[in-house]
């Protein structure tokens, strides 16, 4: 009996059209690029000031790495960067817009340790599939702090 429910279902699901070859889905996209700001192992303790500029235009933001926090080890407090993810050893920060280049400035402790122009390497995606609208713009550029 149970057989021939699984067979009766299969049978429906193909009658039925189960997945279409070549439909497209619904995911969405934005163009963008994200910055990885890389320590080689962690980011050292002190208060850092981001500033990416854009035409002109600057976009700021700041996060806070200590020692140690509770449970032990660095951790990052105070973040207010938009669309950013931290961890002890790296701050990605992404943005929604695709510039052709960006001037980069990272402080730490009010001392510049990072000063200059990255040219975001864009690929075009389309997740929904090679025929499939939407198709965006995204990148990824990596700065190593020091």
């Known amino acids: 009996m149970r057989l021939a429910a699984i067979l009766v279902m299969t049978s429906l699901t193909a009658s039925c059209g189960g ?9 969405g996209c934005t163009d963008g690029w994200t910055l990885r ?10 208060v850092y000031g981001l500033t990416t500029t854009v035409d002109g235009v600057d976009t700021l933001c700041s996060w806070e790495v200590r020692l140690a926090c509770d449970g ?18 790296e701050v990605a920060v992404s943005f929604e817009n695709s510039p052709d280049s960006v001037d980069v400035a990272l402080t730490r402790g009010g001392l510049r340790v990072v000063n200059e122009t990255v040219v975001p390497p864009y690929k075009t995606v389309r997740p ?12 990824v550029v990596a700065v190593v702090v020091p």
């Open 19 to 27: 997945v279409v070859e070549g439909a497209c889905t619904l995911i």
């Open 128 to 139: 929904n599939g090679p025929d499939c609208e939407p198709e965006c713009r995204q990148a």
């Open 72 to 89: 032990g080890g660095a951790c990052i407090v105070d973040g207010d960067c938009a669309n950013a993810v931290y961890t002890p050893s």
């Open 37 to 46: 700001l890389q320590a080689a192992e962690s980011l050292q303790p002190g």
